[in-house]
């Protein structure tokens, strides 16, 4: 077992905390490193990598990458939104729940892309200009989140309440005024490019409805074709995903991509073959030493680090993932719900095998090809927990049969 529920909230926090503290950037990205070479088949526009930092808020900066996209997509615009009031007005929603089931399950910064659509529709979406959400840093080249200090603080916060007898009327006002000073408040009427908008008609603005998107699981545990709540942490909202065979999910990816449509990508990325090189693959660790060519005597001696290392140093044979591979790695904890991205695209590497391009939000420091990784078909059928993408993405039969 690689992970247990406790951490899982957390993770992306732990996972992606950089060397030093930088600013975001815009570095051109790479196709090519030691032992990979990819070429792009095709991609959807995206807007620029963006850098979560030291915050568990992937499912923020993803699923606004993701809406930035369609904004693009629909609009012909490129727009840069606020992660930091989706964030604040999410995680006073979610500590307000946690209040309300006497802190439990335990408050964390997690969230999920039906976080960010709920947000969308009951909260609006403010421009990244309009609130940066940043109001403090280490130095003053730091503009990142870290989010170590507002997590304890909120978290100790609602530890306290827990101790009480009576809340007072005014506890969610004291919980609201720290997220207002470490993120700035949430604005609730701006001026933009000449304009005045409330959250909710900018995003009228920007031609996004709510209603569009939909969630799609693969699990066999509840029925195909019918829609259910995923039981992970961060579904805290309890979001019914439209649930549907391994097959029928990849094919909605490859649909949407070739259609002009982005997704937002819920996986774990705990595994052997998700890198920092920027690769996602599902090599047989199993078999790693024929497939890598050691000697087996040294393969059993090996670290985990070192054979990480072998196992991804250039393209090898896969496992073969199965429906029921995918549930058996959810029931027992190995597939945990670790990190958001945003699928944009197809590429193939040096012998014509094909991989998905997905944008990541650790920045463009923090892989080798700058922001960007390349994951393997084995990995998204096997290490998918969820999607998020437009219903028109979906294809026409497999819409029929949910009723879209």
Sequence with gaps: MKKITLLICILCSVFCAPIQAQTETTEVKKDTIEGWKFTTIDSVGITRVKDQNRSGTCWAFSTLGFLESEVLRIKGKEVELSPMFVVSKTLIDRATYTVRMYNEPRFAEGGSAYDVIYCMEHYGLVPKAVMPGIRYGWTEADTLPVFSELSAVAGGYLSGLKKQKKLSPVWREGLQAIYDTYLGPCPTEF??????YTPLTYVESLGLVASNYVSLTSYTHHPFYEKFALEVPDNWRMDQMYNVPIDELMAVIDNALAKGYTLAWAADVSEIGFTRKGIGVVPDADKGAGLTGSDMAKWVGYTADKKKEELTK??????EITQQMRQDAFDNWENTDDHGMQIFGVAKDQNGKRYYMV?????????DFGGIWYISEAYMRYKTNDILVH????PKDLRKKLGL
Excluded at 191 to 196: D, L, Q, R
Excluded at 359 to 367: F, M
């Design 359 to 367: 944008k990541n939000s650790w920045g463009t420091l923090r892989s």
């Design 391 to 394: 219903k028109d993405a979906i």
């Design 314 to 319: 250039h393209p090898l044979p896969e496992k």
């Design 191 to 196: 001026e933009y490019e000449g304009k005045t």
